[in-house]
């Protein structure tokens, strides 16, 4: 399969590749970082007993230092930064050194947080192990850490070098985590392409037994989605990659209440249900799409439904979204399956009714 180029800028470009082993990584640290002597090998403690001999057993030439963090999101910190760039300094690297950060989107954006602060940016490459940061996180350039309780209030818009997807690691992805990156694929084809929508929905019995050639394509399609409208605003300027945040403003919300019980990428599903009922109150989409888009979820293994009492707290939530303007709702909506707009001021008894439409309870 051919490597996907981003091109940001004429000479800020970075490519995607997707393999089925580690092998081809080598090569491409050698040919990104030629002068590279040390380098600094990210990951999580689940990953590092998976994956991290795999690679580091290719990179013995170097002055390998792997730094593991626990797995989940409360590593992405200032502090664990802060050690990490204490490491690098204590170990010599210089500027033309290398970063790799082998994990999911926590691991990724921590990784390329460091690398961008360090000695004012070394090079990066991100090799995900999830199918949410193959498809959505570790493209764009996004790095951040979380600060004072609030999710990615520190960070930076820094390119990597390479994204290395290895799609033979989604086999030992655990199940809900593979089906919670699924959601964010499937928001791809609801905002941007009907016909890969559809190509989803038929191919679903392939895709959730992770057939390797119906993963490869179900990848360089999404990845492509994103690829476009990140060259098109890749500093959020313009507010074409808003269109992005599917899912997200009620999504997030549900995952500020109950994240306990949610993992992202669930969160995203039950967003996108959301953003699917709000179109259809307002005319955009039919009646029918509106329970096709939610009902298609199900097939793969991701929730339509919430049950709680915290449908207000929901609301509040989602009223501070840093999308929002000027005390404002604004909101990603489908004007139909494969086309996307941001609406500016989504009443907020409209999105009340969303998330009431979204409650389950044992009487309903």
Sequence with gaps: ?????VTEKKNNQYEIVIKRDFDDLFGYVNALAPD????LLLTDSTVNDLYADTVASGLKEYNLIKYVVPAGEESKSKDNAFKILDTMYENGFMRFDLFISLGGGVV??????????????????VCPTTLLSMADASIGGKTAVDFHDKKNLIGAFYNPVLIYDNIKVLETLPDRLFFAGFAEIMKAGLLADEKYYMWLIDNMYEICCKEFEAIE?????????????VEKDPYEKSGLRMLLNLGHTIGHGIES?????YIHG????????????????????KSEEYYEIRDMFVPFNLPISISTDNTDKILNAVKFDKKNTAGTIRMVL????????VYDNVDKDLVKEAIEELNFKDED
């Design 1 to 5: 399969m051919e490597p996907i180029t």
């Design 36 to 39: 590279a002597k040390n380098i």
């Design 108 to 125: 990724s954006d921590l990784g390329g947080f460091c690398a961008s602060l360090y000695m004012r940016g070394i090079a990066h490459i």
């Design 217 to 229: 394509y179900m990848l360089e399609t999404a990845i492509g989605i994103k690829k476009t409208i």
């Design 257 to 261: 209440v109950m994240g306990d019980e």
């Design 266 to 285: 669930e969160c995203v599903a039950l967003g996108c249900v959301a953003a699917a009922f709000i179109s259809y109150k307002l005319d955009y989409i």
């Design 334 to 341: 489908l004007k139909k399956i494969g086309k996307a707009f």
